[in-house]
């Protein structure tokens, strides 16, 4: 069986690919970092309606971690493998450069960066030698065009655009495609604290996405129709510049 695997699974955009990669038919991982309660609501959600999914926590800035949670998976299913990648987790902690502490610098570049290092290193070795394999990683406008009070955010999403580019060139040879999907604002945790009557003024579509609407680009790109489709970054923020 070809499983999905999501990092940041339990809530937000990563819950919405988890339950649309189910609906598609893939058994789905559903990766976390702490959130065991909301993973579980994914968990329920998946199989409430009639697919099939597991949890798989590990933080997705630890090699260790990732690399045990992986194996002790692949030692349990000698016969599958993981051919759907999709590396959502993220955090983000604004702040203007001035006052940007060095914790804040890294553990925005670890979650975005050294995650996607670490899940993709691991589970390219199945894609290779099954010559199939979707990529796809959560970037997002800031990466694009920079976005002031978050120096770290854009220039980890950046780095993921680059890394998205290099490694579409390196692995695409053998069926594997790697893209990138940039969201605008999409009404999540993340954006809790932002006031959206504020921001929609400069939106054309008007008002936040939702987390179904980038998991059906996601969708999309983890299907076989996108097979011709690699090193792209693809936005979705209801018609703001980029
Ligand atoms: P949420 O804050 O709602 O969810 C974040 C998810 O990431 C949670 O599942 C969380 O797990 C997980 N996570 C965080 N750190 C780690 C870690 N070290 N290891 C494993 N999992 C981790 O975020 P969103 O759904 O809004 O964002 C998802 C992605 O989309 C992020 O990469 C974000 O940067 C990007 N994005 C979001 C936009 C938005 O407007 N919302 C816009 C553009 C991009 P847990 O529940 O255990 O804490």
Request: charged share 20%; glycine share 12%; aromatic share 6%.
């Given at each position: 069986m070809?499983?999905?695997?999501?990092?940041?699974?339990?809530?937000?955009?990563?819950?919405?690919?988890?339950?649309?990669?189910?609906?598609?038919?893939?058994p789905v991982l559903i990766n976390y970092q702490s959130n065991r309660q909301a993973a579980e609501e994914t968990l329920k959600l998946i199989t409430e309606k009639g697919g099939s999914a597991e949890?798989?926590?590990?933080?997705?800035?630890?090699?260790?971690?990732?690399d045990s949670a992986i194996e002790t998976w692949q030692s349990a299913h000698?016969?599958?493998?993981?051919?759907?990648?999709?590396?959502?987790?993220?955090?983000?902690?604004?702040?203007?450069?001035?006052?940007?502490?060095n914790e804040d610098w890294q553990s925005v570049i670890n979650t975005t960066l050294n995650g996607f290092f670490y899940t993709t290193r691991r589970l390219i070795k199945g894609?290779?030698?099954?010559?199939?394999?979707?990529?796809?990683?959560?970037?997002?406008?800031?990466?694009?065009?920079?976005?002031?009070?978050?120096?770290?955010?854009?220039?980890?999403?950046?780095?993921?655009?680059g890394a998205t580019k290099a490694l579409a060139q390196e692995i695409g040879?053998?069926?594997?495609?790697?893209?990138?999907?940039?969201?605008?604002?999409?009404?999540?945790?993340?954006?809790?604290g932002f006031n959206e009557?504020?921001?929609?003024?400069?939106?054309?579509?008007?008002?936040?996405?939702?987390p179904e609407e980038v998991a059906a680009l996601v969708g999309f790109l983890a299907s076989d129709d996108a097979a011709y489709i690699t090193g792209e970054v693809i936005s979705i923020n209801g018609g703001l510049y980029t």
């Open positions: 070809k499983y999905a695997l999501v990092t940041g699974g339990s809530r937000g955009i990563g819950r919405a690919v988890c339950l649309k990669l189910a609906s598609m038919g893939f949890l798989m926590p590990f933080d997705v800035t630890v090699s260790e971690e990732v000698p016969d599958d493998y993981i051919g759907i990648l999709v590396n959502n987790a993220g955090i983000r902690k604004d702040t203007l450069m001035v006052f940007m502490q894609m290779l030698s099954k010559r199939d394999g979707r990529i796809i990683n959560m970037a997002s406008l800031s990466g694009l065009k920079g976005q002031g009070g978050q120096t770290n955010y854009s220039a980890a999403k950046a780095a993921l655009i040879s053998r069926k594997i495609t790697v893209n990138a999907v940039a969201p605008g604002f999409i009404d999540t945790d993340m954006t809790q009557d504020d921001f929609k003024k400069m939106i054309p579509i008007g008002r936040f996405g939702k």
